[in-house]
């Protein structure tokens, strides 16, 4: 939000342009009389509806907004700020509704400008109290209504005496959050066209002597045979490598598309403003010295960055190994070696990492379509990289190195929509750091940031590598072979030994080795000594040749039980491993079976595959099979996880979210860390449908008594203490059958208490929300009760879930076994707990002042839920820190 006046906002235009935003100050005044000035008089006419001279006493209104009965944003490009655009909402007679309006630059207008601005502002406002803008048009103004329709909103319409009043709520349906997904990917798309297609690059910083960076980079370019034309930079304009050199890029007589700058960090703005002013929108920066080093280094990538947004260009870096994309054979990198081409699209956080990869994987045959270091990822990230690597015909497989994640939940949903057609790889650095933090729920004691990492990989259908090996067998594999259809694999070897540890890391990995078919049984005995064993794994002996394995293997291939098969090999006397790898290709190929991968495991001294099976083909090599086994097993996941529903996440009826949003203002109100009374839980979840039990207030052993008799024998008295752990510190009396029995609980615990009917049989879950720093509002379901934390396996899934998500928690793990009916225990009303958590998901996602929530237990019956002791901690939602919206 950019309620501080001082915050910016940048936004991304469907020609993939920036632009940045922010709230109008006074000091603009004179700016927007101009800008308003510039307009056409039809333009200053459809927005002010007849109007034909705009005044500095007419923009007073923008100016300072305070965003509860009013708001505005500007949008400015340039060094000079200049307004080209504004949007205003005024809050009406209805405080649940404003009207809002728009104006853009004439010369801007149709790059999605307006749309833009429509979305900050139903932002802002809603974060206000704001449920719905109104909109007063002109039939004539086309452009402004299609603005409404495209929006994602569901609108309506009302035409009266030429003008058209157009309503919407704007609280963020599933189909808008697709419409700004759809605006976002063509955008962003667009925007990184220059860094993976350029005709032209400049090195800012290519030194004419050996050794430096800026010189390195700028003769691998030359090395690498750049498709396009490549321009060196320098001081003294002196040449490199035999190539005419500029001083400034400004004396480059043609345009450039990308710039690479390997200036020490101090002299980094100045290079970017030269670039910037010549019209390039591309700038990757390898220069270090930024946020790395502390508040100096981040005040420089400050203004780095705004000196890029304000002429609407993207940035990749600072403090990065560069570019290298196979199509234009660009190696804009000061690595050693050119990227070895293929389908594999790379992102890595780590330089060093990165190349330790590229060298890793060019020895075992693994191609790239493109390599980029992103640095501190001041400006392009992995999510803007998957945004461009999901519609690139030359990309089939993204592999990823995380350290850290700017935004998780827009990663979440461009990974779960991109995962459906290529595979994500990614390695997540940094796993083992402490995800501990004071904790005052079951929840948030059983979260971390480690099962926020896992339940967002899981989500969106991410594959997670364990270490840089298995990054690159898993890539190998997916890169080169179709997916399994199920986890029954068929072990092909000449050592027994050898196919046992490979039937255990396939057990391992998840996967089952079936018996063969009858038919298939039949037909090996045929071609294979009487000695041989048939069961699976298939032990050739020691004397199988390479024509024994090209006899075998098609039969393999053909059995219906088996939907892989993994070769294995060690060298004896009466075969080689290059016989024999030829021979496994050629009965692959030769078979017309490309509905099966295979792989290949060649054990030998020297640990490396022979060369044929390093080269693409039909076959995946390995070294070793435990290797085979694991990557495999992660392709067996990923079938699995395409074969799920992708669900959706859906609008919930019975929610008042102008209820919650009080109840949460009003607990809030002085205070920044609260946990929330029993009348405001309950008014939260009468808010939200969530099913709770009932429960009267007792200030005295006589209330008490009287709130039991009311509800009916036999009850329960707790403490009515916010946010206390009432099992623990022994304040909670259960199955009370009497007034006695009510009055001594009274007295033990202490006032004021209060009074629930017992509730009998069900089953106990756990329910409950945390907020990460990170990654947002966590949901989580397990076991419950007073032993939740010591029995564990809760699971956790991001907000928003889907309802695939939600039945997935209720259905699998513990929770699952315990929801179905165990040791023949009745089952429990799954659609009822699924819908709870639906519940809480969105309350959490609409309401992130919820830091944590403890439902414990929920009790699931045969027929419905409901919940019979909560907990729910309060604090105002931390602030925005990123400018950037997409």
Same mark, same amino acid.
């Given at each position: 939000?950019?309620?501080?006046?001082?915050?910016?906002?940048?936004?991304?235009?469907?020609?993939?342009?920036?632009?940045?935003?922010?709230?109008?100050?006074?000091?603009?005044?004179?700016?927007?009389? &101009?800008?308003?000035?510039?307009?056409?008089?039809?333009?200053?006419?459809?927005?002010? =509806?007849?109007?034909?001279?705009?005044?500095?006493?007419?923009?007073?209104?923008?100016?300072?907004?305070?965003?509860?009965?009013?708001?505005?944003?500007?949008?400015?490009?340039?060094?000079?700020?200049?307004?080209?655009?504004?949007?205003?909402?005024?809050?009406?007679?209805?405080?649940?509704?404003?009207?809002?309006?728009?104006?853009?630059?004439?010369?801007?207008?149709?790059?999605?400008?307006?749309? *833009?601005?429509?979305?900050?502002?139903?932002?802002?406002?809603a974060g206000h109290g704001i449920e719905s803008f109104v909109a007063e048009v002109l039939a004539g103004n086309r452009p402004m209504l299609r603005v409404f329709e495209d929006a994602g909103f569901a609108v309506t319409r009302?035409?009266?005496?030429g003008e058209v009043e157009v309503r919407f709520r704007i609280a963020p349906t599933e189909v808008y959050r697709d419409r700004v997904d759809l605006r976002d990917h063509v955008a962003v798309a667009a925007s990184l066209e220059?860094?993976?297609?350029?005709?032209?690059?400049?090195?800012?910083?290519?030194?004419?002597? *050996?050794?430096?960076?800026?010189?390195?980079?700028?003769?691998?370019?030359?090395?690498?045979?750049?498709?396009?034309?490549?321009?060196?930079? #320098?001081?003294?304009?002196? !040449?490199?490598?035999?190539?005419?050199?500029?001083?400034?890029?400004?004396?480059?007589?043609?345009?450039?598309?990308?710039?690479?700058?390997?200036?020490? &960090?101090?002299?980094v703005l100045d290079a970017a403003d030269d670039v910037l002013r010549h019209g390039t929108r591309a700038l990757c920066v390898i220069s270090a010295g930024f946020t790395e080093i502390g508040i100096e280094g981040k005040r420089?990538?400050?203004?780095?960055?705004?000196?890029?947004?304000? =002429?609407?260009?993207?940035?990749?870096?600072?403090?990065?190994?560069?570019?290298?994309?196979?199509?234009?054979?660009?190696?804009?990198?000061?690595?050693?070696?050119?990227?070895?081409?293929?389908?594999?699209?790379?992102?890595?956080?780590?330089?060093?990492?990165?190349?330790?990869?590229?060298?890793? &994987?060019?020895?075992?045959?693994?191609?790239?379509?493109?390599?980029?270091?992103?640095?501190?990822?001041?400006?392009?990230?992995?999510?803007?990289?998957?945004?461009?690597?999901?519609?690139?015909?030359?990309?089939?497989?993204?592999?990823?190195?995380?350290?850290?994640?700017?935004?998780? *939940?827009?990663?979440?949903?461009?990974?779960?929509?991109?995962?459906?057609?290529?595979?994500?790889?990614?390695?997540?650095?940094?796993?083992?750091?402490?995800?501990?933090?004071?904790?005052?729920?079951?929840?948030?004691?059983?979260? %971390?940031?480690?099962?926020?990492?896992?339940?967002?990989?899981?989500?969106?259908?991410? @594959?997670?590598?364990?270490?840089?090996?298995?990054?690159?067998?898993?890539?190998?594999?997916?890169?080169?072979? !179709?997916?399994?259809?199920?986890?029954?694999?068929?072990?092909?070897?000449?050592?027994?030994?050898?196919?046992?540890?490979?039937?255990?890391?396939?057990?391992?990995?998840?996967?089952?080795?079936?018996?063969?078919?009858?038919?298939?049984?039949?037909?090996?005995?045929?071609?294979?000594?009487?000695?041989?064993?048939?069961?699976?794994?298939?032990?050739?002996?020691?004397?199988?040749?390479?024509?024994?394995?090209?006899?075998?293997?098609?039969?393999?291939?053909?059995?219906? #039980?088996?939907?892989?098969?993994?070769?294995?090999?060690?060298?004896?006397?009466?075969?080689?491993?290059?016989?024999?790898?030829?021979?496994?290709?050629?009965?692959?190929?030769?078979?017309?079976?490309?509905?099966?991968?295979?792989?290949?495991?060649?054990?030998?001294? %020297?640990?490396?595959?022979?060369?044929?099976?390093?080269?693409?083909?039909?076959?995946?090599?390995?070294?070793?099979?435990?290797?085979?086994?694991?990557?495999?097993?992660?392709?067996?996941?990923?079938?699995?996880?395409?074969?799920?529903?992708?669900?959706?996440?859906?609008?919930?009826? %019975?929610?008042?979210?102008?209820?919650?949003?009080?109840?949460?203002?009003?607990?809030?109100?002085?205070?920044?860390?609260?946990?929330?009374?029993?009348?405001?839980?309950?008014?939260?979840?009468?808010?939200?449908?969530?099913?709770?039990?009932?429960?009267?207030?007792?200030?005295?052993?006589?209330?008490?008594?009287?709130?039991?008799?009311?509800?009916?024998?036999?009850?329960?008295?707790?403490?009515?203490?916010?946010?206390? =752990?009432?099992?623990?510190?022994?304040?909670?009396?259960?199955?009370?059958?009497?007034?006695?029995?009510?009055?001594?609980?009274?007295?033990?615990?202490?006032?004021?208490?209060?009074?629930?009917?017992? @509730?009998?049989?069900?089953?106990?879950?756990?329910?409950?929300?945390?907020?990460? !720093?990170?990654?947002?509002?966590?949901?989580?379901?397990?076991?419950?009760?007073?032993?939740?934390?010591?029995? %564990?396996?809760?699971?956790?899934?991001?907000?928003?879930?889907?309802?695939?998500?939600?039945?997935?928690?209720?259905?699998?793990?513990?929770?699952?076994?315990?929801?179905?009916?165990?040791?023949?225990?009745?089952?429990?009303?799954?659609?009822?707990?699924?819908?709870?958590?639906?519940?809480?998901?969105?309350?959490?996602?609409?309401?992130?002042?919820?830091?944590?929530?403890?439902? #414990?237990?929920?009790?699931?019956?045969?027929?419905?839920?409901?919940?019979?002791?909560?907990?729910?901690?309060?604090?105002?939602?931390?602030?925005?820190?990123?400018?950037?919206?997409?």
């Amino acid at each position: 939000m950019v309620t501080d006046a001082g915050t910016t906002r940048d936004v991304i235009l469907r020609d993939g342009r920036t632009l940045r935003l922010r709230a109008p100050r006074a000091a603009d005044a004179d700016a927007l009389v &101009a800008f308003f000035s510039s307009l056409t008089p039809e333009s200053v006419y459809m927005r002010f =509806h007849g109007l034909r001279t705009v005044t500095a006493q007419l923009v007073e209104s923008y100016l300072d907004p305070d965003w509860d009965e009013t708001g505005s944003l500007i949008g400015t490009v340039g060094d000079d700020g200049r307004i080209v655009a504004l949007a205003s909402y005024a809050r009406l007679r209805d405080p649940a509704s404003a009207e809002v309006a728009f104006a853009v630059s004439d010369e801007l207008q149709g790059r999605g400008i307006g749309t *833009r601005l429509l979305e900050r502002l139903a932002e802002e406002a809603a974060g206000h109290g704001i449920e719905s803008f109104v909109a007063e048009v002109l039939a004539g103004n086309r452009p402004m209504l299609r603005v409404f329709e495209d929006a994602g909103f569901a609108v309506t319409r009302r035409l009266d005496a030429g003008e058209v009043e157009v309503r919407f709520r704007i609280a963020p349906t599933e189909v808008y959050r697709d419409r700004v997904d759809l605006r976002d990917h063509v955008a962003v798309a667009a925007s990184l066209e220059p860094f993976f297609s350029p005709r032209s690059v400049a090195v800012v910083g290519a030194s004419p002597r *050996r050794g430096t960076i800026g010189g390195e980079l700028y003769r691998n370019i030359l090395a690498g045979e750049f498709t396009g034309a490549a321009y060196p930079v #320098n001081r003294t304009g002196a !040449p490199v490598a035999g190539v005419r050199a500029y001083s400034s890029v400004e004396e480059i007589p043609d345009e450039i598309d990308l710039a690479v700058v390997c200036v020490p &960090a101090a002299h980094v703005l100045d290079a970017a403003d030269d670039v910037l002013r010549h019209g390039t929108r591309a700038l990757c920066v390898i220069s270090a010295g930024f946020t790395e080093i502390g508040i100096e280094g981040k005040r420089r990538q400050d203004d780095l960055l705004a000196a890029v947004r304000a =002429h609407g260009a993207r940035l990749i870096g600072p403090n990065c190994l560069g570019v290298a994309v196979s199509g234009p054979r660009l190696n804009a990198t000061f690595g050693p070696r050119a990227l070895p081409p293929g389908n594999v699209g790379f992102s890595s956080q780590s330089g060093a990492l990165g190349l330790a990869l590229l060298e890793k &994987a060019e020895s075992r045959g693994l191609g790239f379509s493109a390599f980029v270091s992103i640095g501190n990822k001041a400006d392009v990230s992995s999510n803007d990289l998957l945004e461009y690597w999901e519609d690139d015909p030359a990309t089939d497989v993204v592999l990823l190195y995380l350290e850290s994640f700017g935004n998780p *939940r827009k990663f979440a949903r461009l990974a779960r929509r991109i995962a459906r057609r290529k595979p994500i790889l990614a390695m997540k650095g940094g796993r083992t750091r402490s995800g501990a933090k004071a904790a005052g729920s079951h929840t948030a004691a059983l979260a %971390g940031s480690e099962q926020a990492v896992e339940a967002l990989f899981h989500q969106a259908g991410v @594959i997670r590598a364990d270490s840089l090996e298995e990054l690159v067998d898993t890539a190998g594999l997916l890169s080169t072979q !179709p997916l399994p259809r199920g986890p029954q694999v068929a072990v092909l070897t000449n050592a027994g030994g050898l196919g046992i540890l490979c039937a255990d890391a396939c057990e391992a990995a998840g996967l089952e080795l079936p018996a063969l078919s009858p038919a298939t049984r039949e037909a090996l005995t045929l071609k294979l000594p009487r000695e041989a064993s048939l069961a699976n794994p298939i032990d050739m002996l020691g004397s199988a040749t390479a024509s024994t394995y090209e006899a075998v293997l098609p039969h393999l291939l053909d059995d219906p #039980n088996v939907d892989s098969v993994v070769v294995l090999f060690v060298p004896p006397v009466v075969a080689t491993a290059d016989d024999v790898a030829e021979s496994v290709v050629a009965a692959v190929e030769d078979s017309g079976r490309t509905d099966k991968p295979v792989l290949a495991a060649f054990v030998s001294a %020297g640990g490396t595959p022979p060369a044929l099976l390093r080269e693409p083909r039909r076959v995946a090599a390995f070294a070793y099979p435990e290797s085979a086994a694991r990557a495999l097993g992660r392709a067996a996941e990923r079938a699995a996880w395409r074969r799920r529903p992708a669900g959706a996440v859906s609008e919930l009826d %019975g929610i008042d979210e102008g209820r919650a949003r009080e109840v949460i203002r009003a607990a809030l109100e002085g205070s920044s860390d609260v946990w929330l009374d029993s009348a405001g839980l309950r008014e939260l979840f009468a808010a939200y449908g969530i099913p709770f039990v009932s429960e009267r207030v007792a200030a005295s052993a006589d209330e008490a008594a009287a709130a039991a008799a009311d509800v009916g024998y036999p009850v329960v008295v707790k403490t009515a203490e916010a946010g206390a =752990h009432k099992s623990d510190k022994g304040l909670l009396a259960l199955d009370l059958a009497d007034e006695k029995a009510v009055r001594t609980a009274v007295e033990r615990i202490g006032t004021p208490v209060l009074v629930q009917p017992m @509730i009998r049989g069900g089953v106990e879950l756990l329910a409950g929300v945390v907020q990460d !720093p990170v990654f947002g509002p966590l949901v989580a379901c397990g076991p419950g009760g007073v032993m939740a934390e010591l029995i %564990g396996d809760v699971q956790f899934r991001l907000a928003p879930l889907t309802d695939v998500d939600a039945d997935e928690l209720v259905s699998t793990g513990k929770a699952g076994r315990v929801v179905a009916g165990y040791r023949g225990a009745p089952a429990s009303d799954a659609a009822a707990l699924a819908d709870l958590l639906l519940r809480l998901s969105q309350l959490a996602d609409r309401h992130p002042e919820i830091a944590e929530l403890d439902l #414990n237990p929920v009790v699931g019956f045969e027929d419905g839920c409901i919940a019979v002791d909560a907990r729910i901690r309060l604090r105002p939602a931390e602030p925005r820190l990123s400018s950037k919206t997409w």
